[in-house]
Nanobody, 123 residues
């Protein structure tokens, strides 16, 4: 079955950096678009970034543009989210997700999800 496993979350001070990873198995990774979403308690899951199957196209929510970079290594079946200049408002559980549809910002378009990794940014 499809498994997505996030890693790399943690506690960082404002202005710092973190890279979260998403290791995929059970799917033809190079044929799937990948997305990163985040969620805080009491709020809906929010789109952060997405990358097409080839890596040629990316999309970001406005609040992270210029600070976050999504990438993938199809040889390693892994997607990454490099987060720089982190702010306290970036604190959330970060989830990776995959879809065989075109690159999408809607969580409803992603059938496969990881368990999430906590990112906490202290002020």
């Amino acid at each position: 079955q499809v498994q997505l496993v996030e890693s790399g979350g943690g506690l960082v001070q404002a202005g710092g950096s973190l890279r979260v990873s998403c290791a995929a198995s059970g799917l033809m990774f190079s044929r799937y678009s990948m997305g990163w979403f985040r969620q805080v308690p009491g709020k809906e899951r929010e789109f952060v970034a997405a990358i097409s199957w080839s890596g040629s196209r990316t999309d970001y929510t406005n609040s992270v543009k210029g600070r976050f970079t999504i990438s993938r290594d199809n040889a390693k079946n892994t997607a990454y989210l490099q987060m720089n200049s982190l702010k306290p408002e970036d604190t959330a559980v970060y989830y990776c997700a995959s879809t065989n549809l075109a690159l999408s910002t809607s969580p409803r378009q992603y059938p496969y999800w990881g368990q999430g990794t906590q990112v906490t940014v202290s002020s």
